[in-house]
């Protein structure tokens, strides 16, 4: 006699011992829209590389004399960096949380489906290049890149917030919350900056 299950309806589980399909960064996307459920993962990791160029611009401006091309090939090379330690960690959860034994095309999914993560450092990139160029300093590359960084967390948040059907004040607050993680970054960066600096 089988189990009915909830609603009353047989619904046949998984073969015995079968392991269950990964899932990216361990949840399902949760809507039927395959092509917006690619558009949220695209812009969350557009989120993550955003944040981390942020921080590698931050940690950059207390070199003493960071040239700007320089400085645009540690930003892009930190972003792959990134890259390849995100898709390295979900790699590891699905061989050791599922059981699964890896192959040549997991390693591909996983790459191209965080590719955005250095994508995201382009824009930052580009402005430093253009100071090499002799448009502007580095000095004000620095504050361009960060005041992009920054607006591109809001054009996420505006992006992912919802339609009118959710209510104004938490789709205010949750793009509120992306842009003040690029402030926050910002801020600390100019904190530590006016901390008396010590020589030996």
Known sequence: MTDPGAGGENAPGP?????????RSGVEPAGEDPHHDR????????????IATLVAIAGLTFETNPGA??????VV????AIWLAHALSQLVIARSWQNLELRRDDVRRELQGSWTIVVASVPGCLVFLLAGAG???????FTVAEAVGVLA?????FGTAGGRGRPLGRRILYIGGLVL????????????HLFPHGGT
């Open 77 to 80: 090379v930190g972003a792959v």
């Open 39 to 50: 558009s949220v993962v695209w812009l969350a990791d557009y989120v993550y590389g955003t």
């Open 69 to 74: 091309v320089t400085t645009a090939g540690v």
């Open 153 to 157: 967390l809001a054009v996420v948040g």
């Open 181 to 192: 993680v690029g402030v926050l970054i910002v801020l600390l960066e100019l904190l530590v």
């Open 135 to 141: 448009l502007f300093s580095v000095k004000t590359a």
């Open 15 to 23: 073969a015995p011992g079968s392991p269950a399909p990964p899932a």
